[in-house]
């Protein structure tokens, strides 16, 4: 058991103190925000829990885990969030595929996605002026909470019962004493 911590520990320290990862203008970290302006932007962005934030271009894909993506600018690929929230300004692009899971889609006017806007276990919410290429997929949490919820009563309902009757057997079996 000590060792195992030991060894979390180790890698957690290991990954905290990671050196930024860069390649041809690729932009890539751990625990540190990512922030993109005119003056400095990029191929492609990766981020592990951390944001993502685009005030000017992104040339490659934005793929963010554990974190948000705000984007007021141009995103010439895929954007992709992984347990985030990905929130587009007014009169902001996407070439490619948006996709979000576990987490909401924010897209505000004129906003537009080159290819498919896709939502799993998330919910949507874009203004009437949203142009997306391709198709829109949202999936609701709902989808599988309630399945989760019904079954979870269910359970609660036995339990319950099976405790009742036990209760009542006891009582049964176990006379109080006259007074």
């Given at each position: 058991?000590?060792?195992?911590?030991?060894?979390?520990?180790?890698?957690?320290?290991?990954?905290?103190?990671?050196?930024?990862?860069?390649?041809?203008?690729?932009?890539?970290?751990f625990f540190r925000n990512i922030d993109v302006t005119p003056d400095t932007p990029v191929q492609d962005a990766v981020c592990f829990f951390c944001n993502v934030r685009v005030e000017g271009e992104v040339a490659g894909d934005i793929v963010v885990f554990f974190g948000d993506v705000r984007l007021n600018g141009e995103a010439?690929?895929?954007?992709?969030a992984?347990?985030?929230?990905?929130?587009?300004?007014?009169?902001?692009?996407?070439?490619?595929?948006?996709?979000?899971l576990f987490g909401s889609i924010h897209l505000g006017?004129?906003?537009?996605?080159?290819?498919?806007?896709?939502?799993i276990f998330g919910v949507v919410h874009s203004a009437a002026a949203v142009r997306i290429g391709g198709d829109r997929v949202v999936l609701s949490p709902w989808i599988v909470l309630c399945p989760i919820l019904a079954v979870l009563l269910v359970i609660i309902v036995v339990v319950y019962e099976i405790r009742a009757r036990r209760r009542r057997l006891f009582a049964q079996t176990y006379a109080l004493p006259p007074h």
């Open positions: 058991m000590a060792r195992t911590f030991a060894v979390c520990l180790l890698a957690t320290a290991l990954a905290a103190a990671a050196a930024p990862a860069h390649a041809d203008q690729d932009a890539v970290q010439r690929q895929d954007v992709v992984f347990f985030g929230h990905v929130s587009a300004a007014d009169n902001s692009s996407i070439g490619g595929d948006l996709v979000s006017e004129n906003v537009t996605v080159g290819d498919d806007l896709v939502a």
